[in-house]
């Protein structure tokens, strides 16, 4: 079992930023491709961005490029995501997950039916 918990979400202005951060627990995710979803009010969730086991490779949301950078720290069993320039549509529930299948180094995936573990999620609020 894997257990993730994000946290870093809060209250901010629009064009701020945040960092928002997943630790893992229960098992080391260094082989685990992992990604992050939001769901905002009403809507779906949806894919944010992913990662590779490796680090080397990353994917985006097409509405998410330039302003959000996804990283992890495998010595820390950590998943970062850096959002920058913050919009009032940034504000949701954002999740990190977990992708036990991803075994290539180079693997990402933006489908949430991918992820096997998923965290509670971290409040983003984006004031304008």
């Known amino acids: 079992q894997v257990q993730l918990v994000e946290s870093g979400g809060g209250l901010v202005q629009a064009g701020g930023s945040l960092r928002l951060s997943c630790a893992a627990s229960?098992?080391?995710?260094?082989?685990?491709?992992m990604g992050w979803f939001r769901q905002a009010p009403g809507k779906e969730r949806e894919f944010v961005a992913a990662i590779s086991w490796s680090g080397g490779n990353t994917y985006y949301a097409n509405f998410v490029k330039g302003r959000f950078t996804i990283s992890r720290d495998n010595a820390k069993n950590t998943v970062y995501l850096q959002i920058d320039s913050l919009k009032p549509e940034d504000t949701a529930v954002y999740y990190c997950a977990a992708d036990t299948d991803a075994r290539a180094s180079y693997s990402v995936s933006a489908y949430s039916r991918d992820y096997d573990y998923w965290g509670q999620g971290t409040q983003v609020t984006v004031s304008s």
């Open positions: 229960g098992r080391a995710v260094s082989t685990y491709g």
